[in-house]
């Protein structure tokens, strides 16, 4: 295949394909996989990663009060890149803030979980939604020379941050992890489910982070800066594999898994949401339409589709206040399933 | 021109064309600017950001105790983004911590200048280089229930961050603006560069900023989400006009105006450096290699290129300290410059 543009004609042409719809034979899925993880650059410190969470889990696998051991989530959160030069100075980005990961993790806390929190750099963090972008500048002031002190108006806000997240991190109950591009993201994310396999339906995979849908194969990327000027240029990106068939099939078989499906067209929304879980075999699937997500998703099931809506007569009135109850619930359907 | 793939191939294409080098004439050029802002989608605000750089402006243009007026330098920093969709998922994005440009700012307020930060949102600020990526986590810890306090390591540099930033802002020789897209940036260059006209070349612009080279005009773009699946897509990206020429030209004839050149190759870069201060007529152009870049830069005039090294031996060791000083001693040659 090749396409061509005319040298004086000053234009980039993405051109999308994708031929979907059609099922991946799994064949072709595993070659896919493999040349993702072939071609991505090695992770930076995995074996201090897996050593991390080998603690966190144990730590948080003993049977507490009720005799039962702690559920575990892992909260993926913000969106993935895809560098186009090695040398990074341009990539395609997904947009996702993070807020729906962060949210959540406060929410998942206050119900019991353990939270593996795997986050964008850069994106929300637990605890400091109501924070504004510049925490440290907006938040405090100067009282003389060398003295410094909470604006009032954020003085609650910012001791709630610092004390709840401290409180959640050294008590063992919070593992913070960062990426940022697709390679991080996949490399991370199969790290953390395989060392989750031994708590096996105790564990949940709550998958909120925007990952991309397209990369460039390190080894075909080029190293230096596209150059702007000068010559014709093209870069190819291909589809990155659908990973949530490799997470339930392969790396967490067990674990109760919860993808989303975020759409800014509300009329393809719950169609695609219903099809991502027959495709990945979910448990559910959150469909959220850009414009309303902050005010309702809907839990889409195999049995059933439950719209999620935020109470705005209480004070913690986020829609993940009442969905991750509902996931929670059902989470404890599924490990207390008899088949099992 | 029509490029398509075979329906089979899982592929975008990103094919750069540029056939640049060749001078784009000055009715292309202006033809290609009034396409650019036409496409752009309004930007929020405007009459109250005039309003600000007004007020800015005046404040710092009143003789101070050496008898002569303030000089005014505008910084910008931080990658620009290139939205795909109206309701934007995904975007092409420049990859910059924004480190050259708050550190730049802390040296021009230091040298005497009121500062404009034309900063992308997220990336770094004034007087928090040293700190941690989250520094309210990071750098406050519970001391019980319901109070906090700075960690002992952090201490110094959080007051210094919240004293100096506060000093700067409030005593109105800081003016910080912030953007993300491209549109933003351009549109918001323009304003400031149009309000500082009545200054002359007692202005300076320092544009650090890593701007895109490629558009999606607005009213091209799809609305929606553009789906991974289904059908083939293209996208259309045309070069942003080189708006240099236009600040040089048309917005701030008799400002001093400084670029940066950036590459990760070494051995087109003071080629690139010295073309672009021909073609764009720019005083100065900063060139600086990815890999060296807070080691070393090069500042290419028509006069000379100077090579400019950090001092490791002094506390304020960044290399932004000797490139402010030079800069600022070339811009009071230039404001006295008696053809002026």
Same mark, same amino acid.
């Given at each position: 295949?090749?396409a061509r543009l005319t040298p004086d004609q000053k234009e980039i042409l993405i051109l999308m394909d994708a031929a979907k719809g059609l099922e991946v034979p799994s064949e072709t899925l595993e070659?896919?996989?493999?040349?993702?993880?072939?071609?991505?650059?090695?992770?930076?410190?995995?074996?201090?990663?897996?050593?991390?969470?080998?603690?966190?889990?144990?730590?948080?696998?003993?049977?507490?009060?009720?005799?039962?051991?702690?559920?575990?989530?892992?909260?993926?959160?913000?969106?993935?890149?895809?560098?186009?030069?090695?040398?990074?100075v341009r990539y395609v980005d997904n947009f996702s803030s993070g807020h729906r990961g962060a949210t959540s993790t406060e929410y998942f806390l206050k119900a019991g979980y353990a939270v593996i929190f795997l986050y964008r750099k850069g994106s929300f963090q637990p605890f400091c939604?109501?924070?504004?972008?510049?925490?440290?500048?907006?938040?405090?002031?100067?009282?003389?020379?060398?003295?410094?002190? &909470?604006?009032?108006?954020?003085?609650?806000?910012? =001791?709630?941050? !610092? %004390?709840?997240?401290?409180? @959640?991190?050294?008590?063992?109950?919070?593992?913070?992890?960062?990426?940022?591009?697709?390679?991080?993201?996949?490399?991370?994310?199969?790290?953390?489910?395989?060392?989750?396999?031994?708590?096996?339906?105790?564990?949940?995979?709550?998958?909120?982070?925007?990952?991309?849908?397209?990369?460039?194969?390190?080894?075909?990327?080029?190293?230096?800066?596209?150059?702007?000027?000068?010559?014709?240029?093209?870069?190819?990106?291909?589809?990155?594999?659908?990973?949530?068939?490799?997470?339930?099939?392969?790396?967490?078989?067990?674990?109760?898994?919860?993808?989303?499906?975020?759409?800014?067209?509300?009329?393809?929304?719950?169609?695609?949401?219903?099809?991502?879980?027959?495709?990945?075999?979910?448990?559910? &699937?959150?469909?959220?339409?850009?414009?309303?997500? =902050?005010?309702? !998703? %809907?839990?889409?099931?195999? @049995?059933?589709?439950?719209?999620?809506?935020?109470?705005?007569?209480?004070?913690?009135?986020?829609?993940?206040?009442?969905?991750?109850?509902?996931?929670?619930?059902?989470?404890?359907?599924?490990?207390?399933?008899?088949?099992?």
């Amino acid at each position: 295949m090749v396409a061509r543009l005319t040298p004086d004609q000053k234009e980039i042409l993405i051109l999308m394909d994708a031929a979907k719809g059609l099922e991946v034979p799994s064949e072709t899925l595993e070659a896919e996989v493999k040349a993702f993880f072939d071609s991505a650059p090695p992770l930076q410190n995995s074996d201090g990663i897996t050593q991390q969470l080998d603690q966190f889990i144990q730590r948080n696998s003993s049977p507490s009060a009720n005799g039962k051991a702690r559920r575990i989530v892992c909260v993926t959160s913000g969106g993935t890149t895809a560098p186009l030069e090695q040398r990074c100075v341009r990539y395609v980005d997904n947009f996702s803030s993070g807020h729906r990961g962060a949210t959540s993790t406060e929410y998942f806390l206050k119900a019991g979980y353990a939270v593996i929190f795997l986050y964008r750099k850069g994106s929300f963090q637990p605890f400091c939604r109501s924070l504004p972008d510049d925490p440290l500048l907006e938040c405090f002031k100067p009282i003389d020379e060398s003295n410094i002190q &909470v604006c009032e108006a954020y003085s609650e806000a910012v =001791k709630r941050a !610092v %004390v709840d997240h401290h409180t @959640a991190v050294t008590g063992g109950l919070l593992l913070k992890l960062h990426f940022n591009t697709i390679f991080e993201y996949l490399q991370m994310l199969q790290i953390i489910a395989v060392s989750m396999r031994c708590i096996g339906p105790r564990a949940m995979f709550y998958l909120a982070a925007a990952a991309s849908d397209y990369y460039v194969p390190w080894k075909e990327m080029v190293e230096h800066k596209i150059q702007s000027g000068s010559h014709l240029l093209d870069v190819k990106l291909v589809n990155v594999p659908k990973m949530l068939s490799v997470l339930r099939k392969d790396w967490a078989p067990l674990a109760f898994c919860i993808s989303f499906k975020l759409e800014t067209d509300a009329n393809i929304l719950l169609k695609k949401a219903d099809a991502a879980l027959e495709k990945y075999k979910m448990d559910a &699937v959150v469909a959220n339409e850009l414009s309303s997500r =902050k005010e309702q !998703v %809907v839990v889409v099931t195999s @049995a059933e589709k439950v719209l999620v809506m935020r109470d705005k007569s209480r004070s913690d009135n986020d829609v993940e206040n009442p969905l991750i109850k509902l996931l929670s619930d059902k989470h404890g359907t599924y490990i207390e399933r008899p088949s099992r």
